[in-house]
């Protein structure tokens, strides 16, 4: 008998990192901290894990969006916790692509926008970004969405490789036209603390825009998977009916609550990346 999946999925063959022990390597490419936490905060941590952390289901989860919901200053019910910005961008694509939905993203880019669209048989539109005109592209992205019509934009902003990006004037741009034209607006803010140009207080004005974050970049913390986005309350419900029973685990819960208790450590390695970026930049 064959078992077959579903006609809305493609079968998409994955494979594993091409090191299979990374740890005597800096692996540039996926934009990981390389410096170790100091001891002290390791032990901190661990002294806060306790048995029924490990033998019990998450009972901190409204705990953890209480921290988020003071430190972002946004509501509880317009976030929604996931594992990592890909969970968030795969729970995003479940969601809303149809097979052959139009998809735009930048090229390059973030490798699961093409890969989500494949898997999901949604169409790709991969617009190109030069390396002229100082990165600016808006004016060129928005011809090409008038051209190609798409039901989704998924930017990342700012953009890596290439680090073109968004100013916060031309994403409201872009998210009224969203809203005239009928297409979601994903801004991917992996890279926010880098130059600080947010739309993820945007969802107020716009019901068809998505932010998403992760705790991987800035607070150093890819190995614990841990994202969010923040949207409508409409857009977060809808998000909600395909997320996991739990978004997070105990113990992740345990460690981002130490990390947001203690903000300067992100500070502190985002500003050290950025003296870094010169230095490098310099040389």
Not at 96 to 111: G, H, M, Q, R, T
Not at 136 to 162: H, R, S, W
Not at 243 to 264: A, T
Request: hydrophobic share 40%; proline share 3%; glycine share 4%.
């Amino acid at each position: 008998m064959l078992i077959k999946i579903k006609k809305s999925i493609n079968k998409i063959n994955r494979s594993g990192h091409w090191i299979s022990n990374r740890k005597g390597f800096v692996t540039m490419e996926r934009n990981e901290r390389v410096d170790d936490f100091p001891s002290k905060y390791i032990k901190r941590i661990l002294n806060n894990i306790k048995s029924f952390d490990l033998r019990t289901y998450p009972d901190d989860i409204e705990k953890i969006y209480s921290k988020m919901s003071s430190w972002l200053k946004i509501n509880k019910e317009n976030i929604l916790m996931t594992q990592g910005a890909d969970g968030a961008l795969l729970g995003i694509f479940n969601t809303f692509a149809d097979v052959n939905c139009k998809i735009l993203y930048l090229e390059p880019s973030y490798a699961m926008y093409p890969l989500y669209c494949s898997m999901f048989k949604a169409k790709k539109i991969p617009f190109k970004v030069s390396i002229n005109k100082n990165f600016q592209y808006y004016d060129e992205l928005m011809q090409f969405i008038k051209k190609t019509k798409p039901q989704i934009v998924a930017i990342a902003n700012p953009n890596q490789p290439i680090e073109a990006m968004l100013k916060l004037s031309e994403i409201k741009k872009l998210c009224t036209h969203g809203k005239k034209m009928g297409y979601l607006v994903v801004i991917d803010e992996a890279y926010y603390h880098f130059n600080n140009i947010s739309s993820i207080k945007l969802y107020k004005k716009y019901d068809n825009l998505i932010t998403v974050r992760t705790f991987s970049k800035a607070f150093g913390l890819a190995g614990l998977r841990i994202g969010y986005c923040v949207a409508s309350k409409n857009i977060i419900d809808s998000l909600k009916s395909t997320k996991p029973i739990y978004e997070i685990n105990s113990i992740n819960i345990k460690i981002l609550n130490f990390f947001l208790n203690n903000i300067h450590i992100m500070k502190k390695n985002v500003k050290e990346i950025n003296e870094s970026r010169k230095f490098i930049n310099k040389k």
